[in-house]
């Protein structure tokens, strides 16, 4: 795909949706890192289902770490692997309580340090939180650019690699979401909805649907 198309396919996404964001509701930096941890293998409407009740109840790493593990899996246990996300989550807490002053932090190198935390997450959070022209590639975000030509690659590293390289830097910022909403509502893995894609047009998928 040259480069003019992929400059069309964006300003078609933007103009579709000029603002986009995550569906997970978050108001800080916390809170998201949370939702993100639980978002692995699970709907955002299921995570978000369960951290409205979990944040109104603690919200800080403190307040998630005096829970304790069985409390904890009380407010998350409609959600998959929600054991593991929940030792995750508390060894998470008590590092940001003791390494990092109880605040996120603002480097890839510290959030991949966190438990649960690998690079998908931590791009979400430096894209979504801190406003960094990040791509996190999940698999919605792996289907569209694979199938559409706009950065084909074998994985995840290689997508999100040719991504940060070919998507136009006015467009940066806001790529990671239009894809994943994209690929959530529109490019479906089972069966596209090619007909009613505004990106159908400029989409190199060559088994496109009626």
Known sequence: MNA?????IFTCLQSANPHPTTELEYHSPFELLIAVILSAQATDKSVNIATRKLFAQANTPEK????????????????GLYKTKAKNILATCQLLIQQHHSEVPRKREQLEQLPGVG??????????AFGEPTIAVDTHIFRVANRTGIARGKNVLDVELKLLKVVPKEFRLDAHHWLILHGRYVCKARKP???TCMINPLCEFKEKTA
Not at 4 to 8: E, L, M, N, S, T
Not at 64 to 79: D, T
């Open 4 to 8: 003019a198309k992929r400059h069309q």
């Open 119 to 128: 690079r998908k997450t931590a791009n979400v959070i430096l894209n979504t």
């Open 193 to 195: 909805e090619c007909a």
């Open 64 to 79: 998630i770490h005096a829970l304790g593990e069985a409390k904890l899996l009380n407010f998350i246990k409609s959600i």
